[in-house]
DNA sequence: GTCGCTATTGTGGAATACCGCAAGATCGCC
DNA sequence: GGCGATCTTGCGGTATTCCACAATAGCGAC
């Protein structure tokens, strides 16, 4: 499953068949789905690839099954598919960070078009998540002293203030200095700075 | 014209006037516009606020009122109104930008609340692009050496390699250094590069 | 208890950064 | 030619960082 695939939620068998031929012809992997339910309880954060999701079916929404998503911190893109929607439901579908509200009927093209565009979204965003994960991942390994080393370190002190105001000695500040450039992987504060604030 | 307002562009007089109305009662500035070449010619990019553009009107429409004001690179948010509206129009709208889309009949509340969300979130960008702004402003200052100078501090390396790497004497580098601290109003490399990084 | 991790401190020295002062050279502008 | 901005360099000295080596102490796990 580390293939980036289009995950097909509709209710109607005919459609499913007729979207997966679809995609298949134009060399996009699908998943199919046959009800929102059946897809939040498969689902995995870590799934690339994109959702076409129909809004009206039996049973959970398209709609709800959004909600869902979007509580459980779903990153995929999510392309809504319906032939009864109007614009204000298009409008708050948007605005809560869907990527796209197409209705039916649609041109073919065009679905597997938005298809590609919402897969290459996804996989920036998988990459950026990525990097924010490494570092992340190398923050977890930091002991609790060092990670206020380390801010205070951010704040552009220098380590005689830092060990100061922890009431430490400077050689132990030095010690944890080092230990942080080491666990984050950088040389110089200056990329720890750059590292960290690239974060946000 | 430092004051927030929202900006309503109607060809229709009665409906500007009916909305002029409306936003007084709440408390909400506005600036009226009998159609979109008027805004145009008189808009500038340092409006705060945010407009209220009709779609269908005699002359530009909203739809390409708002183009225009893209390739202009306008910041305020813009909300659509319409009475003949679509879903793929909104989408679009929205892609590209638009705040939001509302269809006519609107209820009264909702566009005011709306229109007050545009204007707090357009008093958030404002705030974001002064900072960006003054940064911006102090890097202008830099001469191009003092530029490259920081460019290679910003990469971590020490003095000497960057006097290596630009063929001048460390003493030079330490200059150029101090005067870069200067000018950028930071204290430390640390600092420069967090300030120059939430640039992006 | 022993082992491993963490926090702590010290010594001593080499490498760098930072600062004030002074000054030569180039270049464009009036 | 004179002026101002910029780039350049050196001297001498202080402050800070960085590193290797060494060592003590608390704490939780097995």
Redesign the pocket.
């Known amino acids: 499953m580390t293939q980036a695939c289009a995950h097909i939620i509709d209710d109607d068998e005919a459609i499913r068949d007729a979207l997966q031929w679809l995609f298949k012809t134009r060399g996009v992997a699908t998943r199919l789905w046959p009800s929102a339910e059946a897809f939040l309880e498969a689902w995995q954060a870590d799934w690339p690839g994109c959702i076409v999701l129909d809004i009206r079916m039996d049973g959970m929404s398209g709609l709800e099954c959004f909600e869902a998503l979007l509580a459980r911190g779903n990153r995929l893109p999510v392309i809504f598919v319906t032939g009864h929607g109007d614009v204000p439901m298009a409008v708050a579908a948007l605005k809560k960070g869907a990527y796209h509200f197409i209705e039916k009927p649609f041109n073919d093209n065009d679905l597997v078009d938005l298809v590609e565009q919402a897969i290459a979204h996804d996989d920036e965003n998988r990459q950026a998540a990525a990097d924010r994960g490494t570092v992340e991942a190398r923050l977890a390994?930091l002991?609790?002293?060092?990670r206020e080393?380390m801010d205070l370190i951010l704040e552009g002190?220098?380590?005689?203030?830092?060990?100061d105001e922890?009431?430490?000695?400077?050689?132990?500040?030095?010690?944890?200095?080092?230990?942080v450039?080491d666990k984050m992987k950088v040389?110089?504060?200056v990329e720890l700075a750059q590292m960290l604030t690239a974060l946000r």
Chains 1, 2 share one sequence.
């Not at 002991?143 to 060092?146: I, N």
């Open positions: 390994t002991t609790a002293r060092e080393v002190k220098f380590n005689k203030v830092i060990a922890l009431a430490i000695s400077m050689r132990t500040v030095e010690a944890h200095r080092s230990r450039f040389r110089s504060a």
